[in-house]
């Protein structure tokens, strides 16, 4: 779950990047973010992920109040998280096989559940045959495969996806997005910042527009029309 309650936040610049942000996402949804350049979608996120701190109001994901967390406690508000990224951030000396596991080998999971988990995810994602392959050696959209399987082997409760289509061709976006859909009927709750709207009106999932650091519109994407514009 995740609430805002109140949100303001001001930079040191004086830059009003979020005003008066009043949203609840529930477990198990499915939320598009959608705005400009700039419209203050990446402060948004970096309040979830405890980037940032709000400048006024309260932050709440998955049973943590963000403005009270010490510092010590981030790693493990993390953990409740996968993060998939527009540029990928697979490391390019290890197979795919080693850049899922990493995510796993850095919270301490024994080799044994490694072996064990690794395989049934790139299962998951359709990427069983290139766990010996290395990023380099793979097409945009199988890196980006890479990268939410990543995102999934630990068993988040959250995904938030940050432009995970703005790297890789038009007709491999769906494909990502039908991923996402999947991962979310099993449970997972998907948050996915896109300015593709024609993905957002397909999917028809509900859909959170942020103009000028203020939420203009949430709705449902088939119904949102013009809104997206």
């Given at each position: ?177 039908e991923l ?48 997206l514009e």
């Amino acid at each position: 779950m995740i609430e805002f309650r109140g949100v303001h936040k001001t930079y040191d610049t004086g830059v009003k990047a979020l005003k008066d942000i009043n949203i609840r996402i529930d477990k198990g949804d499915f939320v598009f973010i959608v705005g400009a350049s700039g419209a203050g979608k990446s402060t948004f996120l970096k309040l979830i992920m405890r980037e940032e701190v709000p400048s006024a109001g309260e932050v709440v994901v998955n049973d943590y109040r963000l403005s009270r967390l010490k510092r010590r406690e981030i790693p493990y508000l993390r953990r409740t998280m996968g993060i998939v990224f527009q540029d990928f951030r697979l490391i390019n000396k290890m197979t795919v096989f080693d850049n899922v596991a990493f995510a796993m080998r850095v919270t301490g999971a024994s080799s044994r559940d490694v072996r064990k988990r690794v395989p049934y995810i790139l299962g998951l994602v359709g990427l069983q045959n290139k766990a010996r392959s290395f990023p380099m050696e793979l097409s945009g959209g199988e890196q980006q495969r890479v990268g939410l399987a990543r995102a999934l082997v630990n068993n988040p409760s959250l995904i938030i996806a940050d432009e995970p289509t703005g790297n890789i061709d038009p007709e491999l976006s769906f494909e990502i997005v039908e991923l996402l859909n999947e991962i979310n009927r099993r449970g997972t709750t998907i948050l996915m910042v896109t300015h593709e709207h024609d993905l957002v009106r397909k999917f028809s999932r509900r859909v959170i527009k942020i103009r000028d650091g203020c939420v203009v519109s949430d709705s449902i994407g088939g119904r949102a029309g013009h809104e997206l514009e």
